[in-house]
T-cell receptor
Framework: QQQVKQSPQSLIVQKGGISIINCAYE??????FPWYQQFPGKGPALLIA?????SEKKEGRFTISFNKSAKQFSLHIMDSQPGDSATYFC??????????FGPGTRLSVLP | DTEVTQTPKHLVMGMTNKKSLKCEQH?????MYWYKQKAKKPPELMFV???????INESVPSRFSPECPNSSLLNLHLHALQPEDSALYLC??????????????FGQGTRLTVV
């Protein structure tokens, strides 16, 4: 059973454009929702995270939007750059443990 | 410092070998994890240690044996692995259950190849 769904599977964006990745979850006990960026051969790096009592969080070019009633959250990357080309995973956890990952989105930003 | 250090970075082992993966963090985190990641797939949880005690074993075969010697170290002992066990093995840590800050940090992983 896939606890965290993620779309799209792959995304191609022009440099300077906005990249949007969407996730949905089923377990209402999840209380922490991070996004990770992973480059080939490297471990996932924490980008930004949000708790369900906040509807939006922004850090630099990265913004998380959270809709608790719909059990959905999304990552927006503003002014996308070629260096942002990577695989992005949304995740969810309960009580700060047992992180469950979405299937991932492969982002390519064209120069 | 948000670093989780894993050694070795690469490991090639035969199906009859015994080897160990090591993970270390000095952030004072009390939860540590082993994940397995196959190519183009998300990390899959294998084990969770909470306060140096094994709290979750996601039905992992016994040829994988975790060990948490102290709050900073996590090992994964490997024995009689199969070629399908070849993957990137990731260690992660977080502050722990109910301890407020819930950020989890990952190491760079050990690329394991079983021949």
């Amino acid at each position: 059973q896939q606890q965290v769904k993620q779309s799209p599977q792959s995304l191609i964006v022009q440099k300077g454009g906005i990249s949007i990745i969407n996730c949905a979850y089923e377990n209402t006990a999840f209380d922490y929702f991070p996004w990770y960026q992973q480059f080939p051969g490297k471990g996932p790096a924490l980008l930004i995270a949000i708790r369900p009592d906040v509807s939006e969080k922004k850090e630099g070019r990265f913004t998380i939007s959270f809709n608790k009633s719909a059990k959905q959250f999304s990552l927006h990357i503003m002014d996308s750059q070629p260096g942002d080309s990577a695989t992005y995973f949304c995740a969810a956890s309960e009580y700060g443990q047992n992180f469950v990952f979405g299937p991932g989105t492969r982002l390519s930003v064209l120069p | 410092d948000t670093e989780v250090t894993q050694t070795p970075k690469h490991l090639v082992m035969g199906m009859t070998n015994k080897k160990s993966l090591k993970c270390e963090q000095h952030m004072g985190h009390r939860a540590m994890y082993w994940y397995k990641q196959k190519a183009k797939k998300p990390p899959e949880l294998m084990f969770v240690y909470s306060y140096e005690k094994l709290s979750i074993n996601e039905s992992v075969p016994s040829r994988f044996s975790p060990e948490c010697p102290n709050s900073s170290l996590l090992n994964l002992h490997l024995h009689a692995l199969q070629p399908e066990d070849s993957a990137l093995y990731l260690c992660a840590s977080s502050q722990g259950r109910g301890l407020g800050n819930t950020e989890a940090f990952f190491g760079q992983g050990t690329r394991l190849t079983v021949v």
